[in-house]
């Protein structure tokens, strides 16, 4: 069983990469699970056909954690890809990194955790210890960083890189570093500033997604891009990440840049 | 590791505070467990002291699920629960688990403003110890004392509810007071309802139960403008200037009451002549390095050495005359043995 896990900054692209991975990599024939690790329980979406389906959390808060059950958390999309949200609290109140340590709890207590990849789709930033819980021994082995040639977003994705690093230097520690996957914004010399990144931080360019209107289009017909437009060039930029991904077998330790570096790499990419 | 007396839980220093209101219910915010070992150690100590009823503490019963979720609803919960047995304050105590999730307690508390709810920030974690809980216990329920015409009474603050002297100590301060002719008006916070807290404005002078109040002092004479002695007195010397220092700030002459308790003490020092020459060997803390021991030396000519008898030294440390008296006693018990 592979086991990989999206991180990246809030709004970048996690979920709609994560979904038409797991739809290409369901295509191929592989049993898949998709796990969204964000209280916003939006991940799986576009693997439903729209629904927001109900969240591991939305189940415990109702009935009590012993009382759930596989078929209250466990929902079949797209090509038979088990979708799990783990949800969370209302924003605002609670501990949202706990409700995803319970989440992991009760999935294993359920034996979820099953199939030929399992996808981690992880909320925008590693903000406690929670969110890292699907870094940690057991679970995603591989980490991918989703990431546009804004700062910003490099910055994240930089951030993430430290908890990786912490993980992996534990005595058990399995996780890594698997790649950066470059989610275009349009801006120029884009997909070169993220390979540029990509090498600096001791990894490499996994694959880049060029922006398209076929993913907004994709998205209001509540699919993803490999359902909706199976034909279009960009299904087929999905479907070579997603076996780039399957047959990658380089997993690094990162080596996170420092603020100013970051920057001024970026000004290198300005355009005049 | 050590751990001393003053550190340790923040909640339990409050709830040592809060549980000594007659009429009061105090509301714990946290898992089942900070208010059953609260409760436990607190029922033990006071059926040691006499007291044969549990105090009376809720919790909010937090678990994982609240947690997450957040523990504001069980809060509310708990508050209605308490509310319905219409007590004179329902005391809102914080723990470590609902401090880390980030519960606005406050604004909760200020939705039951019709309610005599009072909130004290008590999560351990934040870096305060027992002490710290008791300070803050004391100065939330100052809220409760109204500004009135002063007296010409006493208030003791913070009375050590869990030490096993802690009435004998009472006892020797009044008794103290008494010889000035002034009245103990107020317990601030030991065995009272929660309307006698109003009267905490109006006495005309605050005892501090022991130095380590003064921020509690302070608080309460800038609120009250009540001034404050630091401490019960510990040793003879120190229980006369005592009875003078709380002569001045009242404007009493002292003089005739520290004569009766110079006579006092001097019958103290004569029946224990016999105890001459003593060699004593302190346990417990170390060595004694309080005044009250180089007094004890010089009055009584005992000297304390590792090789002596060993006895124990009380902590904390007795009030008064009689205070020391009873120590003294007890250490010529412990030498005929």
């Known amino acids: ?272 | 590791m050590n751990s001393y007396r003053t550190e340790g839980c923040t909640l339990s220093g409050a709830l040592s505070v809060t549980t000594a209101i007659k009429d009061g219910i105090t509301l714990i915010h946290g898992p089942e467990g900070c208010a059953h070992h609260n409760s436990s150690l607190l029922h033990a100590l006071m059926v040691d002291s006499g007291r044969l009823f549990a105090p009376a503490i809720l919790s909010t019963s937090l678990t994982e699920t609240e947690v997450i979720f957040g523990g504001e609803e069980a809060l509310e919960d708990t508050i209605r629960r308490a509310a319905a047995s219409e007590p004179g304050v329902i005391c809102v105590l914080t723990s470590c688990v609902s401090a880390a999730i980030g519960d606005d307690v406050r604004a909760v508390c200020r939705d039951f403003s019709h309610l005599p709810v009072v909130v004290v920030p008590t999560g351990g974690f934040l870096g305060g110890g027992f002490s710290q809980g008791v300070e803050e216990a004391l100065m939330a329920l100052s809220d409760f004392g109204e500004m009135g015409e002063k007296t010409g009474s006493v208030t003791l603050i913070g009375e050590k509810n869990l030490e096993y002297e802690v009435e004998a100590n009472y006892q020797e301060v009044s008794r103290l007071l008494s010889l000035l002719g002034i009245s103990i008006e107020l317990r601030f916070v030991r065995n009272i309802t929660a309307t006698a807290m109003k009267k905490l404005g109006s006495s005309s002078v605050n005892i501090l139960r022991d130095p380590s109040l003064i921020r509690v002092g302070n608080f309460l004479e800038s609120r009250f403008g009540i001034p404050f002695i630091p401490g019960f007195p510990v040793g003879l010397e120190e229980t006369l200037v005592f009875l003078e220092t709380v002569g001045k700030t009242l404007g009493i002459d002292s003089s005739r009451a520290a004569a009766a308790e110079k006579e006092n003490q001097h019958r103290l020092i004569g029946s224990f002549h016999n105890f001459h020459g003593r060699v004593l060997s302190p346990g417990g803390n170390g060595p004694p390095d309080q005044p009250v021991f180089k007094e004890l030396e010089q009055i009584f000519d005992i000297s304390f050495e590792d090789h002596g008898k060993p006895v124990p030294i009380p902590d904390p440390l007795p009030v008064g005359t009689s205070g020391l008296s009873r120590m003294l006693h007890r250490w010529r018990r412990i030498c005929r043995e």
């Open chain 1, 1 to 272: 069983m592979k086991q990989i896990a999206l991180y990246g900054k809030g709004g970048i692209g996690k979920s709609t990469t994560s979904v038409n991975i797991s739809a290409a990599l369901s295509d191929m024939g592989l049993d898949i699970l998709q796990i969204g690790c964000d209280p916003k329980r939006d991940s799986t979406r576009m693997l439903m056909r729209g629904r927001l389906i109900p969240t591991v959390m939305d189940q415990v808060r109702e009935r009590g954690d012993r009382a759930v059950m596989l078929d209250d958390v466990v929902y079949t999309g797209y090509g038979g890809i088990r979708c799990v949200e783990a949800g969370g609290p209302e924003p605002g109140v609670g501990c949202a990194g706990r409700g995803i340590i319970a989440t992991f709890q009760i999935l294993e207590r359920l034996s979820a955790l099953h199939g030929d990849v399992v996808v981690y789709d992880v909320l925008g930033d590693v903000v406690c210890g929670g969110f890292a819980m699907p870094m940690r021994e057991g679970y995603a082995q591989e980490i991918y960083l989703v990431t546009s040639g804004e700062l910003m977003s490099l910055y994240a994705a930089n951030n993430i890189c430290k908890a990786i690093k912490r993980l992996s230097g534990r005595t058990r520690g399995i996780c890594r570093l698997g790649g950066v996957i470059g989610n275009g914004k349009n801006l120029d010399r884009e997909e070169e500033l993220i390979t540029c990144f990509a090498d600096r931080i001791g990894s490499a360019l996994t694959g880049f997604i060029p922006r398209s209107q076929i993913v907004q289009m994709a998205e209001l017909n509540k699919k993803t891009v490999i359902e909706y437009a199976p034909e279009s060039s960009q299904a087929s930029v999905y479907r070579q990440l997603a076996g780039t991904i399957l047959e990658n077998a380089r997993l690094d330790i990162p080596e996170p840049m420092e603020m100013e570096e970051l920057e001024s790499l970026a000004y290198e990419f300005l355009s005049d």
